[in-house]
């Protein structure tokens, strides 16, 4: 993998068909998080696809130009992710003089907190759809956990909420065990 990021950082003009790859790889190899204000100004502006292109950057310094650096060629969506990083800025202005909750984007520490959300029971994660297989699908951008993949390939609105769905994310639950 680091072979293909070197060899990717080196090619100039040429077309850039591992972009996303190299994307979901950065994601992969640093543990850290987002504010989840930035991810909602992010999906406000409907390109929380490029989440992973803020992941150890200083907000301060992103612009359109280090945006297509990073390989971003969609002018439209560099316009877009600079006024969510902007907004998102912006809301930090007007918030209290307390200090941060949760910084934007720092490493997972060592010894993880435990979660403190209850555990999801087998018919929580039942699929609403078939009521056989456990949900495995969370629709963006309603975020509803709901369906297994089988019912999800179907469907193009949220059978909870009825929201048109703009993309399926795969959940891999490692706590749920059957009985």
Known sequence: M??????????????????WLMQYQKLLDCQVFLDQKLIEQMVLMGVHNHLPLLLDRDLMTI???SLFEAGLESEDERVFICKAVKSYLDMLKVAPSAPPESPVATSVPATSVQPTAPELTEQELECVVCMQYQCEIVYIPCGHLCCCKNCSVQLEDCPL??????????VFLSSFTTS
Do not use: M
């Not at 680091?2 to 972009?19: F, H, L, P």
């Not at 909420?161 to 795969?170: F, G, L, S, T, Y």
């Open 161 to 170: 909420c009825r929201a048109q769905i703009q993309q399926k994310v795969a």
């Open 2 to 19: 680091e072979e293909v990021w070197c060899n990717y950082e080196s090619t100039e003009g040429q077309d850039k068909r591992d972009y």
């Open 63 to 65: 612009t359109e130009e």
